[in-house]
């Protein structure tokens, strides 16, 4: 008689344990177009059953995109009744014409700001601040936080920001943004659970406290990545090139191993005990919302919450 076979206990489904117990955020690019500006509303509104704790829209570089992305902010507010977000940059601005724009958003009714640095107009040049401007995102901080009692986010780099000498330089910087006031880091996009877990350890070691959420891009474009990746210095691993590798001419088949490749991500960091995420979207609802489903959230969990909170 053969001897019985043993069979290693299979570990639980990835999203077995996903409870839904997650805050979200959004983040859009300002469109071009009217009819642009109508796709990111629809975009948005789809998004919104989700309850996101807020959703931001990016400025182009130097600048070049401060009136699409006012026009896109009150327009999410407006029409979606979301917390709406204004990304706000150093670049090719003066103080005084800075402080203006977040007066305005006040003004608005935006409450939340997003103080970057910022990058040049002109690809692959080094960063130079405006003689009469905020000069890092640091001050750009504090100039916010002495106009208005905004909410600020900054930005983080688990890789480092490829302007930084090392990672102990690129942590004083984050240091220097929170001791200015801001409230949140959001990472930059990373491909790997272990890369931001010991970038949390790192920023705690350095006596940054504030929340810390991770940045997370549904792939889509192997050529957009690339060239997001060289901007924000993340590692693209070789990986993620053999899984793409041939399905440039099947979209469907690609979204598919795009919301794969996050999802694992995501699964991994609420393992690890993540509850906070932010959602790179590139204007495309569908990918981030099978995501934030796998997670367990679910539109009426949601309007239930918003009820609980109104009662």
Not at 2 to 16: C, E, G, K, T
Not at 70 to 86: C, M, P
Not at 295 to 311: D, K, N, S
Request: hydrophobic share 45%.
């Amino acid at each position: 008689m053969s001897a019985p076979v043993v069979i290693d206990r299979q570990p639980d489904p990835l999203f077995a344990g996903a409870a839904g117990d997650v805050d979200v955020s959004f983040e859009f690019f300002p469109p071009k177009s009217d009819a642009a500006l109508a796709n990111l509303l629809a975009t948005a509104g789809g998004l919104a059953p989700l309850g996101p704790r807020f959703v931001s829209v990016t400025y182009g570089a130097g600048g070049s995109t401060r009136g699409r992305t006012q026009e896109a902010v009150l327009g999410i507010a407006r029409e979606t009744g979301l917390k709406a977000a204004a990304h706000l940059t150093c670049v090719g601005a003066s103080r005084s014409e800075v402080d203006a724009i977040a007066d305005q958003y006040w003004q608005d009714g935006v409450r939340h700001i997003v103080a970057l640095r910022g990058d040049m107009p002109e690809p692959d040049q080094p960063y130079r601040p405006h003689g009469e401007g905020y000069a890092n995102a640091a001050a750009l901080v504090a100039g916010l936080k002495r106009l208005h009692p905004f909410e600020v986010s900054v930005a983080a780099y688990p890789e480092c920001h490829p302007d930084s000498t090392d990672v102990a330089a690129d942590l004083d910087n984050l240091w220097r943004k929170v001791d200015a006031g801001a409230d949140r880091a959001l990472t930059q996009f990373f491909f790997s659970a272990d890369t931001f877990f010991r970038f949390r350890d790192q920023a705690a070691a350095r006596g940054i406290d504030v929340e810390i959420v991770p940045g997370i891009l549904p792939v889509a474009n192997v050529a957009q990545l690339r060239r997001f990746a060289g901007m924000c210095g993340a590692t693209i691993p070789p990986w993620i090139d053999r899984v793409l590798d041939g399905l440039d001419e099947r979209p469907a088949a690609r979204q598919l191993v795009a919301a794969t490749i996050a999802a694992e991500l995501c699964a991994a960091l609420y393992a690890g005990g993540v509850r906070q995420f932010h959602f790179y979207t590139l204007n495309r609802a569908e990918l981030t919302y099978a995501i934030c489903h796998l997670l367990g959230l679910r539109p009426a969990a949601a309007e239930q919450e918003a009820v609980a909170v109104l009662a």
